[in-house]
């Protein structure tokens, strides 16, 4: 099977990776292309749905391989070291960038623990003063949606870019999953469209009630999490939901995804800076 991938455009590629997980077939081969595409249109929300991909391709016992001569696969195997999570079996291996956190293969028991080591890196790294509470809480946030929501059965990733000239974290939170818009519909028995189903769940106070300890606060805090200028995208089934600034956008898409693609920008720039306590002498 050849898997040739014609554009960067975000709903273009998931549309793409769609079409491609239909024609799968169970223990052949796969080869992934990229030609004329360049890799300065690729995002976190790409390498995330593209690991996802590779992840269901694997598990059909199908062999995947990439043409690294072009722009795009070279990316893939050397920046972001692809071959490492399947022929290595490896949950997180670090990029040639020091500015990327790299694919990790979202796993419960790290989930929390995941969120604050990147709050730590750019802490330590770009913004020393920083109260970046909220980046951990909102990965965090992520992280736990998918287990909360998805039965995704071990098939997300997550990935992570710094663009530090612009001062924003771009992340992509992707799992295989039954979606959410599925989700929402299942536990309100009602026939909304999948877009109006993923605003549902943005909702604070929402729950479809998966875990005992779910509040309903998971995705409502992400959003708030999100200041003047950042976005927040979620593709989840048939569905897509917009927030940019406070402007709301929902739309009905074309084709399936099959599972949910969480991408949002962070502007860390405008961040409080953290208190300092002083200490006083009596």
Not at 92 to 104: G, P, R, V
């Amino acid at each position: 099977m050849l898997c040739a991938f014609y554009s960067t455009d975000r709903l273009e590629w998931l549309k793409q990776i769609a079409k491609y997980r239909q024609m799968a077939i169970p223990g052949e081969e796969c080869i992934l292309r990229f030609d004329n595409l360049k890799a300065d249109g690729i995002s976190p929300e790409h390498v995330a749905s593209l690991a996802c991909f590779v992840e269901e391709l694997d598990n059909l016992d199908i062999v995947v391989s990439i043409d690294d001569d072009s722009e795009v696969g070279g990316l893939m195997c050397k920046a972001y070291n692809f071959p490492a999570y399947w022929r290595e079996g490896k949950n997180y291996s670090a990029s040639s960038d020091d500015k990327i956190q790299n694919l990790w293969r979202i796993k419960d028991e790290e989930k929390e623990v995941n969120g604050e080591r990147v709050a730590n890196f750019l802490k330590n790294r770009y913004f020393k003063k920083k109260d970046l509470t909220a980046v951990r809480e909102s990965l965090t946030e992520a992280y736990y949606n998918v287990f909360d929501h998805a039965d995704a059965k071990g098939n997300a990733f997550s990935m992570l870019i710094f663009n530090e000239p612009q001062g924003v974290l771009n992340v992509a939170v992707c799992d295989f999953g039954i979606g959410i818009a599925r989700s929402v519909k299942d536990f309100l028995g009602t026939n909304i469209s999948d877009s109006e189903a993923i605003k549902k769940a943005m909702e604070s106070n929402f729950t479809v009630g998966s875990k005992s300890y779910n509040s309903g606060q998971g995705l409502s805090n992400i959003r708030r999490c999100c200041t003047d200028g950042d976005k927040l995208w979620i593709v989840a089934n048939r569905g897509l939901f917009i927030i940019n600034d406070s402007n709301e956008e929902l739309r009905e898409l074309d084709f399936d995804f099959n599972g949910t693609l969480l991408f949002y920008s962070l502007s860390l720039d405008h961040f409080d800076d953290e208190e300092i306590l002083e200490d006083f002498n009596w």
